[in-house]
């Protein structure tokens, strides 16, 4: 997949519109159905989206997002998309919508199809949306995806952003197709916990990315392109760190080597409890036994395919 961080002319293409935050279900049928029609058509699939969220800049509020650029540009790449223009936003955010459309809609792309969510909106003030742009059949065919629900749920990045947020991952896994997950660089941790009998790999939270409620989950660890069952906890680790550093550390199932300063994935699956804060380094010992007998008791659980 070509990205491009600069417009260029790129005429007669089914053109995909959106911020395309974690790539969820509803994106992806959006995505793929940009894919059918350019395919169907022989023209190129393009996807227009913007590095930083358009809400938060408007707003002036730091952003927290499901997954990074790096993240997310793979997922598009995966479902087949031929390029991706990933643009500031600050260019554009006091564009009306009437001149977004003809001088960067138009201007260089004329596309034959565009593509949008049913509650797409662009330019100054929200003004555009997919009344405007199902007006302008006469200059390109304009498809609106309709809404996506699970569960009864509509799927969005907000409704799964506050799943993440409560630790519901069962859900928010469904709606995004696939496990939520961050990766990072392994650094060095206290190593209290390989006294427990359970060595982990202690990696620092990307502070742009949704955290998830204090407390210990089943998931996966990849490195290196393999998968291992993983015991993971985030939170500020009460019993044995005084000073309440916030901390993801992850036990790897299976796993002996060193992490040190290599890029781990984290996958997170399902919520096993609560943080707690214990008595005694045994009680301590005593519950991640539990919890470690209940993450493999239902390996079913850790699977990327849902």
Same mark, same amino acid.
């Given at each position: 997949?070509?990205?491009?961080?600069e417009?260029?002319?790129?005429?007669?293409?089914?053109?995909?519109?959106?911020?395309?935050?974690?790539?969820?279900?509803?994106?992806?049928?959006?995505?793929?159905?940009?894919?059918?029609?350019?395919?169907?058509?022989?023209?190129?699939?393009?996807?227009l989206?913007?590095l930083?969220?358009? $809400?938060?800049?408007?707003?002036?509020?730091?952003?927290?997002?499901?997954?990074?650029?790096?993240?997310?540009?793979?997922?598009?790449?995966?479902?087949?998309?031929?390029?991706?223009y990933?643009?500031?936003?600050?260019?554009?955010?006091?564009?009306?919508?009437?001149?977004?459309?003809?001088?960067?809609?138009?201007?260089?792309?004329?596309?034959?199809?565009?593509?949008?969510?049913?509650?797409?909106?662009?330019?100054?003030?929200k003004?555009?949306?997919?009344?405007?742009?199902?007006?302008?059949?006469?200059?390109?065919?304009?498809?609106?995806?309709?809404?996506?629900t699970?569960?009864?749920?509509?799927? $969005?990045?907000t409704?799964?952003?506050?799943m993440?947020?409560?630790?519901?991952?069962?859900?928010?896994?469904?709606?995004?197709?696939?496990?939520? $997950?961050?990766k990072?660089?392994?650094i060095?941790?206290?190593?209290i916990?390989?006294?427990l009998?359970?060595?982990?790999?202690?990696?620092?939270?990307?502070?742009?990315?949704?955290?998830?409620?204090?407390?210990?989950?089943?998931?996966?660890?990849?490195?290196?392109?393999?998968?291992?069952?993983a015991?993971?906890?985030?939170?500020?680790?009460?019993?044995?760190?005084?000073?309440?550093?916030?901390?993801?550390?992850?036990?790897?199932?299976?796993?002996?080597?060193?992490?040190?300063g290599?890029?781990?994935?984290?996958?997170?699956?399902?919520?096993?409890?609560?943080?707690?804060?214990?008595?005694?380094?045994?009680?301590?010992?005593?519950?991640?036994?539990?919890?470690?007998?209940?993450?493999?008791?239902?390996?079913?659980?850790?699977?990327?395919?849902?």
């Amino acid at each position: 997949m070509q990205v491009r961080y600069e417009l260029n002319e790129n005429k007669n293409v089914a053109l995909a519109l959106g911020f395309f935050d974690g790539v969820h279900l509803a994106h992806q049928t959006l995505i793929k159905k940009t894919v059918e029609l350019a395919k169907k058509n022989n023209v190129k699939s393009v996807l227009l989206t913007f590095l930083k969220s358009p $809400s938060s800049i408007i707003l002036n509020k730091t952003p927290l997002y499901i997954t990074s650029t790096e993240k997310k540009l793979e997922l598009i790449e995966d479902l087949g998309i031929d390029e991706t223009y990933l643009l500031d936003f600050n260019r554009y955010k006091t564009m009306r919508a009437d001149n977004y459309l003809r001088e960067v809609i138009l201007k260089y792309f004329y596309p034959k199809y565009v593509i949008t969510g049913f509650n797409h909106t662009f330019g100054l003030n929200k003004e555009g949306d997919s009344k405007l742009l199902s007006v302008m059949k006469s200059v390109f065919e304009y498809v609106e995806i309709p809404p996506v629900t699970v569960s009864n749920i509509l799927v $969005s990045s907000t409704n799964i952003k506050n799943m993440i947020k409560e630790g519901e991952f069962i859900l928010a896994n469904k709606m995004l197709n696939r496990n939520f $997950s961050i990766k990072g660089k392994v650094i060095n941790g206290n190593k209290i916990a390989r006294t427990l009998g359970y060595k982990t790999a202690n990696i620092i939270w990307n502070s742009e990315i949704q955290k998830p409620q204090y407390g210990v989950y089943a998931g996966l660890a990849i490195y290196k392109g393999v998968s291992y069952q993983a015991l993971i906890n985030f939170g500020i680790r009460p019993s044995v760190d005084k000073d309440l550093c916030e901390t993801l550390e992850v036990h790897l199932i299976g796993f002996s080597g060193e992490l040190y300063g290599d890029e781990l994935e984290v996958e997170f699956c399902s919520k096993i409890r609560n943080e707690i804060k214990f008595d005694s380094i045994n009680d301590l010992k005593e519950q991640i036994d539990k919890d470690y007998k209940k993450l493999i008791s239902y390996p079913l659980y850790y699977s990327t395919t849902l």
